[in-house]
């Protein structure tokens, strides 16, 4: 088992705080659509959605800027 620690940020400019709140925020939305598919999915006996069905799923559905991966 891994060892999480977690540091508040109270000192970061309010500018790059809120863009990471907002990039939170992003990620969550993103958690649970892809939730509520795999939830309909179980509900339908239907098979689980691919990664690839998750990808089309949520393409687009970002605010500008909010979530990327580097």
């Not at 508040?8 to 790059?16: N, S």
């Not at 990039?23 to 969550?28: F, G, H, L, S, W």
Request: charged share 35%; glycine share 2%.
């Amino acid at each position: 088992m891994e060892t999480v620690r977690i540091y508040r940020l109270d000192h970061l400019p309010r500018v790059l705080a809120a863009r990471l709140r907002d990039a939170q925020m992003e990620a969550a939305r993103v958690w649970t659509l892809c939730r509520d598919l795999h939830q309909a999915a179980r509900h339908h006996q239907l098979p689980w959605p691919t990664r690839d069905d998750l990808q089309k799923a949520t393409k687009g559905r970002r605010r500008k800027g909010a979530l990327r991966s580097w």
